[in-house]
């Protein structure tokens, strides 16, 4: 748990970080897509795990489109960071091996 506790911030910060360096603001499409797969993976049975990680990120107020392989939510630039702590946190304390995350700007519509 201490690793945890001592990585997590300091992904958040190199996140914002790298979202700062990119200037999103130039841009009116400030939404982001994250799309995330936690492991392990067992179909049709998601465990507490995944079930926590998609908990924390509809916590913090983004809706999770939840599907068979991994699942996918959009939220602002500024929410990114914490969406991504927030997810990784839960999924790591309750099992998870693997949290594999993508995220990219989108349009919003």
């Known amino acids: 748990?201490?690793?945890?506790?001592?990585?997590?911030?300091?992904?958040?910060?190199?996140?914002?970080?790298?979202?700062?360096?990119?200037?999103?603001?130039?841009?009116?499409?400030?939404?982001?897509?994250?799309?995330?797969?936690?492991?392990?993976?067992?179909?049709?049975?998601?465990?507490?795990?995944?079930?926590?990680?998609?908990?924390?990120v509809t916590a913090a107020g983004a809706a999770v489109d939840f599907g068979p392989f991994g699942s996918t939510c959009r939220a602002a630039a500024d929410d990114v960071p914490e969406l991504v702590a927030a997810l990784t946190s839960a999924a790591l304390a309750n099992g998870a091996t693997h949290v594999h995350l993508h995220v990219a700007q989108v349009e919003d519509k």
């Open 1 to 56: 748990m201490l690793i945890m506790e001592s990585f997590v911030p300091d992904s958040v910060t190199l996140l914002g970080e790298f979202l700062d360096a990119l200037d999103v603001r130039q841009y009116d499409q400030d939404v982001y897509e994250l799309e995330f797969t936690v492991e392990p993976f067992v179909e049709g049975a998601p465990g507490p795990h995944v079930q926590a990680a998609v908990d924390a």
